[in-house]
């Protein structure tokens, strides 16, 4: 175990984060041992919404016992001695706080617009009629040409877990499912969990879930798009670094 007083100047550990109030919420996230508690904080709360002064941490084992209550904002991370694959989890303090509720998790709670079949179809400028048009003026445009497998075999070195980079933007993240998805068009596509918010769902897509991740995390992409191999997490301070 790494000493309280001596911490090497580019020491890092990889802990598994977790929070109070999202219970979907869980990511691996590489921190500097010589971080303050505070810096800590200041990181978990671009991540998780929680802000700084509403947020306890707690640090635990790879077995789950608690080690510490990481109550001194002051003292670097590397006081307390964590390991890899060590749990950090967050108690959001502020009972009005953003991630209280549940609604950040549970869409069912989200109030929807509905419209019926009829009025929809009533209705001009639509999506639906623009396609009717199209189609219309050019069939032979509109018919399915791709098959069922296809990309297929961009998929061969893509597998649950590797750590990825997705363009466009060059967005960081984790391939959580591999495979078809009939509701979003013939052939194959890659689950994604972004390591930021930067995505469009917690991994349903139109009623079917495909992986779970934390709201707006998730993407489903072409294979094209995805670029497998060593792309760790970006970590949102080094672009203030000299």
Request: hydrophobic share 30%.
């Amino acid at each position: 175990m790494a000493s309280r007083l001596q911490i090497g100047g580019d020491a890092s550990v990889l802990l598994r984060v977790t929070h109070s109030n999202l219970k979907s919420f869980a990511a691996d996230i590489r921190f500097s041992l010589q971080m303050s508690v505070e810096a800590v904080k200041e990181k978990l709360w671009k991540k998780c919404g929680t802000s700084v002064n509403s947020m306890r941490l707690e640090l635990y084992d790879d077995c789950k016992n608690k080690l510490f209550d990481l109550s001194d904002d002051s003292r670097p991370l590397g006081f307390y001695s964590p390991l890899d694959r060590f749990q950090i989890h967050i108690i959001d303090l502020d009972p009005s706080s953003v991630t209280s509720g549940g609604w950040l998790e549970d869409t069912s709670l989200v109030e929807k617009y509905t419209i019926s079949e009829d009025e929809y179809s009533k209705r001009s400028g639509t999506f639906r009629k623009f396609k009717e048009q199209m189609a219309s003026q050019n069939p032979s445009a509109f018919r399915n040409k791709m098959s069922d497998n296809y990309m297929e075999d961009l998929c061969a070195n893509i597998k649950v877990g590797d750590r990825c980079e997705v363009d466009p933007g060059e967005k960081r993240g984790v391939v959580k499912y591999v495979g078809r998805a009939e509701a979003l068009g013939p052939g194959f596509w890659i689950g994604i969990q972004y390591d930021e918010p930067l995505g469009k769902h917690d991994g349903t897509v139109k009623g079917t879930r495909y992986f779970q991740c934390p709201p707006l995390c998730g993407a489903m992409v072409r294979p094209d798009k995805v670029k497998v191999g060593d792309y760790p997490e970006r970590d949102p301070f080094e672009e203030d670094e000299i």
